[in-house]
């Protein structure tokens, strides 16, 4: 089972001089992937389930892992999640196939539909369509890194006699959410599935989740066996959930940092969670 961390490009460790010292942290450590977390605007103020507060910051994922790129050799990086029906999906292709050219192929695209109406609104994009553009926006994204003449002809994208370059060899993706159209959407458009669970009982409904909708939709073949990547929260995982995890398949088990806290505190729980391995 893999080790990685997420969330470090928001909060305490969002300036430069932390996130270098935080990622050759985690390249020295073993940690396998960076994951870097997204919201574009927040609701102000905060309602009650919001995840943050408006005044705090959280960099873009992508500008964020292009600078973890640069000063890092080895380290696998990540979105967990994109909120994808929040981008223009050609504008995202292009700006995934430059980091994954300039990171010579260690970005892995997490995508997820999204849950903040108020996000949505602000954007532009209304909450009841967030499903079927995420689909889709996949669908032409693949279209466009995937095609010898690209031309895709959907509801909410359309495009032909264009094409891009550089190409991913083989853009890895990975679909975040826990509703039956995430899991379909994973088993269907997925190399994998990023999901949060507060312990293995929590991700044995996920799993349950996930082999239903692999009898409800077809698997390309091109996309292999489905991966499971797992962040315990909101309290991080011990001996006990990671060999939990171990036992029911878990691929790669993330560490989301305990909130609130500084830089020190997070290098240290980082050098605790390598031990799991």
Do not use: C
Request: net charge negative; proline share 8%.
């Amino acid at each position: 089972m893999d080790l990685s961390v997420q969330g470090l490009n928001l909060r305490h460790t969002a300036d430069p001089e932390q996130t270098t010292r935080l990622a050759r942290l985690a390249e020295d450590l073993g940690l396998r992937g960076w994951w870097a977390s997204e919201h574009v605007v927040l609701p102000s103020p905060a309602p009650a389930d919001t995840p943050m507060n408006p005044l705090e910051p959280i960099l873009d994922p992508l500008v964020h892992l292009s600078f973890v790129a640069a000063v890092t050799q080895r380290l696998e990086l990540g979105t967990a999640i994109i909120i994808l029906p929040q981008r223009n999906p050609l504008v995202l292709a292009k700006q995934v196939a430059s980091l994954d050219h300039l990171s010579r192929g260690r970005f892995t695209l997490g995508v997820g539909a999204g849950y903040l109406e108020p996000e949505m609104t602000a954007v532009g994009v209304p909450m009841s369509e967030r499903g079927a553009r995420t689909d889709e926006y996949l669908d032409a994204m693949n279209a466009l890194w995937r095609q010898e003449a690209p031309a895709f002809d959907g509801k909410f994208a359309r495009f032909a006699n264009v094409d891009a370059h550089p190409k991913p060899a083989d853009q890895r993706i990975v679909v975040g959410g826990h509703s039956p159209a995430a899991f379909r959407r994973a088993v269907s458009r997925g190399h994998g599935w990023y999901g949060v669970a507060a312990n293995a009982e929590d991700l044995r409904r996920s799993l349950a989740g996930l082999r239903k909708a692999a009898d409800q939709v077809d698997r390309p073949e091109r996309l292999g066996r489905l991966r499971i990547h797992l962040v315990q929260a909101p309290t991080p995982p011990g001996p006990a959930d990671a060999e939990a995890y171990r036992e029911l398949g878990v691929d790669e088990l993330v560490l989301f940092p305990t909130y609130d806290t500084g830089p020190d505190e997070i290098a240290r729980e980082m050098e605790t969670f390598v031990k799991l391995g």
